[in-house]
């Protein structure tokens, strides 16, 4: 079973940078890619950004140019480094790994 934990959301204003974190533990052993998703109010969760186990990355159209998703695997650990904030990135942002989601880490882009 794992366990993820994210960290590192906030309130902060349009154009700012954020960087979340989410700490993987517990059996990673046949685990693939891990990914970044949000859901905003009313809705649907979206897939933002994922990175596989060989660390090719993959972001999202939407926020292609301003989000990185970037891994360390000796502290078990995937970032997402997220700059010039924009209102429409307000969302709860989770990590999901091998089935397994985060709980989750609120972001609020808001002057």
């Known amino acids: 079973q794992v366990h993820l934990v994210e960290s590192g959301g906030g309130l902060v204003e349009p154009g700012a940078s954020l960087r979340l974190s989410c700490l993987v533990s517990?059996?990673?052993?046949?685990?693939?890619?891990m990914g970044w998703y949000r859901q905003a109010p009313g809705k649907e969760r979206e897939m933002v950004a994922t990175?596989?186990?060989?660390?090719?990355?993959y972001v999202a159209d939407f926020v292609r140019g301003r989000f990185t998703i970037s891994r360390d695997k000796e502290k078990n650990t995937t970032y997402l480094q997220m700059n010039s904030l924009k209102p429409e990135d307000t969302a709860v942002y989770f990590c999901?790994?091998?089935?397994?989601w985060g709980q989750g880490t609120q972001v609020t882009v808001s002057s």
């Open positions: 990175i596989s186990m060989s660390d090719k990355p």
């Open positions: 517990g059996d990673t052993t046949c685990i693939s890619a």
């Open positions: 999901f790994l091998g089935g397994s």
